[in-house]
T-cell receptor
Framework: AAGVIQSPRHLIKEKRETATLKCYPI?????VYWYQQGPGQDPQFLIS???????DKGSIPDRFSAQQFSDYHSELNMSSLELGDSALYFC?????????????FGPGTRLTVT | GQQLNQSPQSMFIQEGEDVSMNCTSS?????WLWYKQEPGEGPVLLIA?????ELTSNGRLTAQFGITRKDSFLNISASIPSDVGIYFC??????????????FGRGTQLTVWP
């Protein structure tokens, strides 16, 4: 079965640079969630999109922005990167319109800021 | 934000033993989900629970949705070495402003000795 695809899998950036993370949800899934997981931590919700509209916002810094496109893929844009942004970033997708609550996670993007 | 208390934090068991872990919250959730995460990978959904009191099995895994809707437990029977990983509980509220976002427990690190 198709899974959530994230790219790139690994990303190394310097402080104050920008980064773009991409997420391709499972086919026919209309909702995308972004989570950040620091070392030894549990995933923390950042932001979500349903049918290309922002549906919920968590502890996402103002330096970050995200959007969902017409093909339902999503991008997380991160600017003015800080050392503390180093983490695993996960995207999860859900078939909300079909009435499902389960979220399926991608393999993640490991971002290292030096 | 919501705080989920997951215990134990870690477990070291011998192959063949049964394992039990639980999650409690001060808030009511409409859905409880259990995930397993291996190093550097995304969380993999194991079991989803939708109704208070519900008991659901997936192979050697059994999970229950507490009747107060504030807790859940996961049992693994006859553990095997490939059960090694971090197990996360996650609660979800399907109404209100935090629609759909997952709140995670801190995880239970499971180590299985052959």
């Amino acid at each position: 079965a198709a899974g959530v695809i994230q790219s790139p899998r690994h990303l190394i950036k310097e402080k104050r640079e920008t980064a773009t993370l991409k997420c391709y949800p499972i086919p026919r899934h209309d909702t995308v969630y972004w989570y950040q997981q620091g070392p030894g931590q549990d995933p923390q919700f950042l932001i979500s999109f349903y049918e290309k509209m922002q549906s919920d916002k968590g502890s996402i810094p103002d330096r970050f922005s995200a959007q969902q496109f017409s093909d339902y893929h999503s991008e997380l844009n991160m600017s003015s990167l800080e050392l503390g942004d180093s983490a695993l970033y996960f995207c999860a997708s859900r078939a909300r319109t079909q009435g499902y609550y389960e979220q399926y996670f991608g393999p993640g993007t490991r971002l290292t800021v030096t | 934000g919501q705080q989920l208390n997951q215990s134990p934090q870690s477990m070291f068991i011998q192959e063949g033993e049964d394992v039990s872990m639980n999650c409690t919250s001060s808030s009511i959730f409409n859905t409880w989900l259990w995930y397993k995460q291996e190093p550097g990978e995304g969380p993999v959904l194991l079991i989803a629970l939708y109704k208070a009191g519900e008991l659901t099995s997936n192979g050697r895994l059994t999970a229950q949705f507490g009747i107060t809707r504030k807790d859940s437990f996961l049992n693994i029977s006859a553990s095997i070495p490939s059960d090694v990983g971090i197990y996360f509980c996650a609660g979800q509220q399907v109404r209100g402003s935090t629609l759909g976002r997952l709140y995670f427990g801190r995880g239970t690190q499971l180590t299985v000795w052959p």
